[in-house]
């Protein structure tokens, strides 16, 4: 008779250790629901005084300065050259002060870069535009002496073809005089494309 019992009772007990775990993870799940819920209550009944304090704190305003800073110290002023075509055909040259990005790189790379972004809004208003092929990249550039060689993109040779012949000389010209509105001592400016000299 005690051995029917202790069978009887091992019989039951793996029946209790599979259940186990099945009531474990309902209590878990269940204590998990009751927790997100206890949260968003609070987010709730707190969530005018946050927004209050978030407006007193004049957060806002401070992330604000803080990203103008930041912009301030990325950008420059400089002085690109624009062309300001005539019902003649004619063309006048016009020197326009813009914002242009720092690269990080020389102050010559970083003018040449702004020029070949074109003219902005105050250029725009005053009638200049730019005669360089849009999509041409600054591949190169290096400062010997008196001298900078510009090593541009092939998409450069388009440039200027619907103002007539001299569209691309305009375009070097525009080069030219951007580099030397930075620095007057500059004598000569070489356009290359790929690396090899540009015959205009």
């Not at 440039?159 to 500059?186: E, H, R, V």
Request: aromatic letters at 6%.
């Amino acid at each position: 008779m005690i051995e029917d019992l202790q069978d009887e009772l091992q019989k039951q007990q793996p029946e209790k250790k599979e259940r186990t775990p099945h009531r474990r993870g309902a209590f878990l799940l269940l204590a998990f629901i009751v927790w997100i819920v206890y949260a968003a209550v609070l987010i709730l009944a707190f969530m005018p005084r946050m927004i209050v304090a978030f407006r007193d704190s004049d957060i806002v305003r401070l992330i604000s300065e803080i990203d103008e800073r930041k912009a301030a110290s990325e950008t420059r002023d400089a002085r690109l050259c624009f062309v300001i075509p005539k019902a003649d055909g004619s063309t006048t040259f016009v020197t326009c002060n813009q914002k242009i990005t720092k690269t990080g790189a020389s102050e010559y790379h970083d003018v040449v870069e702004g020029l070949l972004e074109g003219p902005k809004s105050e250029a725009l208003s005053a009638g200049a535009i730019t005669f360089i092929e849009r999509g041409t990249r600054l591949i190169g550039l290096t400062v010997s002496e008196t001298t900078v060689f510009v090593n541009l993109s092939e998409s450069f040779t388009g440039s200027g073809s619907s103002w007539g012949p001299n569209g691309l000389d305009t375009a070097c010209k525009q080069i030219t005089k951007t580099i030397q509105a930075l620095d007057p001592a500059i004598r000569d400016v070489v356009v290359l494309i790929n690396g090899s000299p540009l015959s205009v």
